[in-house]
């Protein structure tokens, strides 16, 4: 149940942190942007080549709220990885050795 909870989490912090990555300064956008963002928008982001408000600003201007998302994304992240790994939970598939390369044995059995 925890891993659930924690997958939803990280599935939902990463729409708030990937599009942070790309987020500049209203001062900085183009004037069709202005056009057509509203007028108390703090910072700006292009998506698909649409100009969208980002209401939590730029990092550079609330480092502690990117901070805070790229904690709780990389937390869940991390707890999903330290459960399946050490078999709690969900397992992830482990495979031996996939990375590296072992080379099959010639002999024949006989």
């Not at 709220?65 to 330290?82: D, K, Q």
């Not at 397992?91 to 590296?100: E, G, S, T």
Request: aromatic share 18%; hydrophobic share 45%.
């Amino acid at each position: 149940m925890a891993q659930t909870l924690a997958a939803v989490v990280a599935f939902l912090a990463f729409f708030q942190f990937a599009p942070w990555l790309a987020t500049e300064p209203i001062s900085e956008a183009p004037p069709q942007a202005l056009a057509t963002l509203p007028k108390d928008c703090p910072a700006f982001s292009v998506n698909h080549g649409t100009y969208i408000c980002e209401w939590h600003d730029a990092i550079a201007r609330n480092p502690w709220g990117f901070a805070l998302c790229a904690t709780v994304l990389f937390g869940c992240l991390g707890f999903l990885y330290f459960t399946g790994f050490t078999g709690r939970g969900f397992r992830i598939p482990y495979r031996k050795n996939w990375w590296r390369y072992e080379p099959r044995s010639t002999d024949d059995g006989g």
